[in-house]
């Protein structure tokens, strides 16, 4: 699922990309990052979330993702490489300019 | 977003719903009742999903799910009554029907 | 795209299917059938043809449609066989099921 | 549909836009403009649909589209302005990040 292989970043790697992204937040474990988007309705909910799968599907990066009527959570980690990788944060600014782009 | 009000179930009543659903699992407080469903790759867990979301938009009931590469889980409560109501079994054996067609 | 190999219905046979479906539209050829249904908003058609394609990969059967703003057309015909076939008016129930089910 | 008002452009402006855009044809009255995009299967063309809906949404600009088994054609035009306007050749540049960006 995930193609190539992405090698874990370091601690510092991670907190100087999270930096510039604080709205998503870090596991504790700092093995995936995740963020809550908020939405009128479970249409929009479900607009949202098939628009990151395409990202997922264009990027071979995907993300779990929870569905609830007006919130979906987007949750990323390179399960080939047991945690965080630069394909994490390639994906959440992709996802990221779904909202602002 | 569940209207129009619907009673919790009984026990006994949930006991003999489920009886006939044997592949969904009840939550330990009985509150809200789960399956996952398992598919090929990430289009295929999307286009369930979606599938789930027409029902509930037909239902205006609404299920939590979460959205994996190749799983998708599907919860559902009826959160106005605060566990599980006939409307939680209507929406399963839609869901079900998906499935079987 | 269509298996097994579904052969073409009779003139008497459509008419007779299509009598149960006045809602669906023939070709002027008999070779497709189509319904347009129209919805509240893009959200709404989009979640509709979604719920279509639900049925389209169970199926096996994939119908054209098109979407406009708050509009869905959906168009059966069995390419294989170069018209309509049995496969045709059982996707079609299953798709009146989508609204009236 | 389409807010704020958007003026219709020039032939000369729709000619210069157009000629970026290569892969896009213009009808024969310059009215509206489309692409046709090709995928693998239905899933894929679903998901694609379902990401120039995403756009469309967060434009408060919608495409009309046709879904076949491995195709989509997405056609843009500013209805209310009876015609191609700046908004269109913004969405189609959109759509285009979709699959190169």
């Not at 990309?17 to 709205?23: F, I, K, N, R």
């Amino acid at each position: 699922m995930n193609t190539p292989a992405s090698p874990l970043l370091s601690p510092d790697r991670i907190a100087s990309e999270h930096a510039t992204l604080p709205q998503w937040a870090l596991s504790s474990d700092e093995k995936s990052i995740s963020r809550s988007f908020s939405f009128k309705n479970y249409y929009h909910t479900m607009a949202f979330a098939n628009a990151v799968a395409w990202i997922a599907h264009q990027q071979d990066h995907h993300p779990d993702m929870t569905v609830s009527y007006n919130k979906c959570t987007v949750t990323y980690s390179t399960h080939s490489a047991g945690g965080i990788t630069a394909k994490d944060f390639t994906a959440i600014k992709a996802v990221e300019n779904l909202i602002t782009g």
